[in-house]
Nanobody, 120 residues
């Protein structure tokens, strides 16, 4: 079994910052890419950012220059530093990991989601 547990969401004023964390645990052999997605009310889930095992990153245009993804491979943990937050960043943020289990089965795994609300 594999679990992804997110933390760090909450309520913040426009212009503020939040840092999300996502720790993967369980029967993990290796983790390839990790990433963050978000889903706002009434909208489809969208990709926010990804990071490969070697540290290459990619960002949605809407968050470039404001959000930074990083990971600690030793801890199987990915982080999302969010600065200059805007009301349109309000959404449930989901962690994703492309990984291979100890049984050599590769697949996508998701966290339970953490709410980020940007409001004055």
């Amino acid at each position: 079994q594999v679990q992804l547990v997110e933390s760090g969401g909450g309520l913040v004023q426009p212009g503020g910052s939040l840092r999300l964390s996502c720790a993967a645990s369980g029967s993990i052999f290796t983790i390839y890419a990790m990433g963050w997605y978000r889903q706002a009310p009434g909208k489809q889930r969208e990709l926010v950012t990804t990071i490969t095992s070697s540290g290459s990153t990619d960002y949605a245009d809407s968050v470039k220059g404001r959000f930074t993804i990083s990971r600690d491979n030793a801890k199987n943990t990915v982080y999302l530093q969010m600065n200059s937050l805007k009301p349109e960043d309000t959404a449930v943020y989901y962690c994703n990991a492309d990984l291979k289990t100890v049984h050599r089965i590769r697949g996508d795994y998701w966290g339970q989601g953490t709410q980020v609300t940007v409001s004055s």
